[in-house]
């Protein structure tokens, strides 16, 4: 068997890598809760930072606007922080009782699968536009096991993408 990588290859092969080497430098735990942290930063900055700008951000100069935007950043960062310290205290506590190898091989695969995500995704976008069609995405090494993937993933997709990704798949 003659393997070619092309750029494709080696972009989803170092997208997997990175991810899963994140995934086993932060553990599970860290990993989830980092997850939750943007959710949670999202969530509490888009309703509260109106809130924040009128009641402590008014003297700050630029406007309604700059007030806004800084009450959101301002939000976010603080929000992003106290779910780094939680991560971290967990991450201590399994580590303390014996865990964090376990929690080591958990994060390895959540990596692995965000990398999975990301490739799915990635391809997803690529199918839609003309770099499908060059001859480094056609002849990667790589595309059948992504074509299986994003084929499997289209179902969550809104109709309208999942007809354009089975097109384009099907080409």
């Known amino acids: 068997m003659n393997l070619h990588f092309t750029l494709v290859d080696i972009a ?6 990175i991810s899963s ?3 086993v430098w932060r553990g599970l735990v860290r990993e989830v809760l980092a997850l939750v942290g943007w959710v949670a930063a999202a969530w509490i900055s888009y309703h509260y930072a109106t809130w924040l700008a009128h009641e402590w951000l008014t003297g700050v100069p630029g406007g309604e606007m700059t007030q806004l935007a800084l009450g959101f950043v301002i939000l976010f960062i603080l929000t992003m922080i106290v779910c780094a310290l939680i991560g971290r205290f967990l991450a201590k506590i399994m580590q303390q009782a014996g865990l964090s ?6 994060g390895f695969a959540f990596g692995l699968l965000r990398g999975l995500l990301i490739v799915v995704i990635l391809s997803s976008l690529v199918v839609l536009t003309s770099l499908s069609q060059t001859t480094e995405w056609r002849k990667a090494w790589c595309l059948p096991a992504v074509e299986l993937l994003t084929g499997m993933a289209h ?10 990704v089975s097109e384009q798949l099907k080409k």
């Open 12 to 17: 989803f092969f170092t997208i997997l890598v």
């Open 21 to 23: 080497l994140v995934g």
């Open 101 to 106: 190898p376990m929690d080591r091989l958990l």
């Open 155 to 164: 179902a969550w997709l809104p109709d309208e993408w999942a007809a354009q």
